[in-house]
């Protein structure tokens, strides 16, 4: 069975340029989530999605940052424009959550942004 | 707010040797609480989880008890394993279907 899938892998840009990284959720999942891994942060939720609806993207940290989910099998997270402060690696993760709780997440392996 | 701590790493224990790793989570609730492992390069994968007070997870030799009283789910294996190196996160339900995690505790394991 394949996971999750993002792309891409790695992405090297230069400040004030787009990013856009892509993510697609297990089949039959119905929440996806973006988180994001630094050194100093930790691992920060950003936003997440339940049946394609933004549900909380209080943890996206300015206007900069963007996404979207047009369906049950692919979500987008956009930086426009980046800055170095975005270096960072992204997660995309997906659950089978019932009303009340979540289930188990599953995450892809992640899209490492330099930003230079 | 929905927060964990975890105990600050890295741990660096010899092959066989006893592994504790510290969390406890702020007492909103009653949250399912969570230990993701990240292998190097990959992302997190669930290791194990305890919905309820007093319930134990288990998996892999690993092992923690849902604590109330202590608001604590600290993490143990008997006999750690150079494979077990790794970066251990606890995690909790924020109640709103979305995972709080600690910031990471890395193991390193020397043979």
């Known amino acids: 069975d394949a996971g999750v899938i993002q792309s891409p892998r790695h992405e090297v840009t230069e400040m004030g340029q787009e990013v856009t990284l892509r993510c697609k959720p297990i089949?039959?999942?119905?929440?996806l989530f973006w988180y994001r891994q630094t050194m100093m942060r930790g691992l920060e939720l950003l936003i997440y999605?339940?049946?394609?609806?933004?549900?909380?993207d209080s943890g996206m940290p300015e206007d900069r940052f963007s996404a979207k989910m047009p369906n049950a099998s692919f979500s987008t997270l956009k930086i426009q424009p980046s800055e170095p402060r975005d270096s960072a690696v992204y997660f995309c993760?997906?659950?089978?959550?019932?009303?009340?709780?979540?289930?188990?997440?599953?995450f892809g392996e992640g899209s490492r942004l330099t930003v230079l | 707010g929905d927060s964990v701590t975890q105990m600050e790493g890295p741990v660096t224990l010899s092959e066989e040797a006893f592994l504790t790793i510290n969390c406890t989570y702020t007492?909103?609730?009653?949250?399912?609480l969570f230990w993701y492992v990240q292998y190097p390069g990959e992302g997190l994968q669930l290791l194990l989880k305890?919905?309820?007070?007093?319930d134990k997870g288990s998996n892999k030799g690993f092992e923690a008890t849902y604590r109330k009283e202590t608001t604590s789910f600290h993490l143990e294996k008997g006999s750690v394993q150079v494979s077990d190196s790794a970066v251990y996160f606890c995690?909790?339900?924020?109640?709103?279907?979305?995972?709080?995690f600690g910031s990471g505790t890395r193991l390193q394991v020397q043979p």
């Open positions: 305890a919905t309820k007070a007093d």
């Open positions: 089949s039959g999942h119905n929440s």
């Open positions: 995690a909790r339900d924020t109640g709103r279907r979305a995972l709080t």
């Open positions: 999605f339940n049946n394609n609806v933004p549900i909380d």
């Open positions: 007492a909103t609730g009653y949250p399912s």
């Open positions: 993760a997906s659950s089978f959550s019932g009303r009340k709780e979540i289930g188990e997440l599953f």
